[in-house]
């Protein structure tokens, strides 16, 4: 089962890889980086910060995340990867007649599974689960999809490898949400928000604008910078 995967991927990948479009090859570049996304990571903080009462609910919040990271990038890094020592697409001698490096990128570190997937798809599900708003979990679960296929895109990974690694963050994201709200009505009452201001968890809509438009913001600069560089 293993090899017909294995072979399914070094068929399919080389089809979802790029390396023929200056633009897009920027693109992926730019969004797989993880310093493009601070300035949502700082929205993101700012949300919790915001919408929480007690700095034990913050605290618990930033705790469960940090849970969700240690069992999806955490293990991936440090348990999975070695153990099964599958070499990234664009650093596996089989590949390099078929696909090469962008730009010069070639990670460091075996491929499977992405901690790159786990790690975006974990804290998305999360912090959907955790405000429930249709367009801020629209955001969240494109930022997640975006930064997977930018790991195909620049050959980092293969299919299977971001499949499950989206699989497992959000397996993992579900769990621990499950611990976040037995752990949350220990230390507060039952909230159920009814009110044109706020979801039903307590967030607030203006808030979650102000990330949505971060979102959008940080899509455009990365768009920009991109056709700047590809010239």
Avoid at 37 to 56: C, M, Q, T
Avoid at 69 to 77: P, S, V
Avoid at 180 to 189: C, D, G, Q
Wanted: include cysteine; hydrophobic fraction near 55%.
């Amino acid at each position: 089962m293993f090899q017909t995967i294995d072979s399914i991927d070094k068929w399919l990948l080389p089809m979802l890889m790029g390396g023929n479009d200056m633009f897009s090859d920027e693109f992926a570049l730019l969004l797989t980086n993880g310093l493009t996304w601070i300035p949502l990571y700082i929205g993101l903080v700012l949300l919790v910060v915001k919408n929480n009462e007690k700095a034990s609910q913050t605290l618990l919040v930033f705790a469960m995340i940090a849970l969700a990271l240690l069992f999806t990038g955490g293990l991936t890094d440090i348990v999975v990867k070695p153990l099964v020592g599958r070499p990234r697409p664009v650093a596996d001698p089989s590949m390099a007649s078929v696909i090469s490096a962008i730009n010069g990128y070639v990670p460091s570190g075996y491929s499977f599974f992405s901690a790159h997937a786990a790690n975006t798809f974990a804290v998305a599900v999360f912090m959907t689960l955790l405000v429930r708003k249709w367009n801020f979990t629209l955001v969240m679960l494109f930022w997640a999809v975006v930064n997977a296929w930018t790991r195909l895109y620049l050959g980092a990974h293969y299919p299977s490898d971001v499949l499950v690694g989206a699989v497992w963050g959000t397996l993992v994201a579900l769990l621990v949400y499950r611990l976040y709200r037995w752990l949350y009505f220990k230390i507060s009452t039952r909230l159920h928000y009814i009110s044109n201001e706020y979801t039903r968890t307590g967030y607030g809509l203006g808030d979650i604008e102000v990330v949505d438009f971060i979102f959008l913001m940080t899509l455009i600069f990365v768009v920009i910078l991109s056709c700047i560089l590809a010239h």
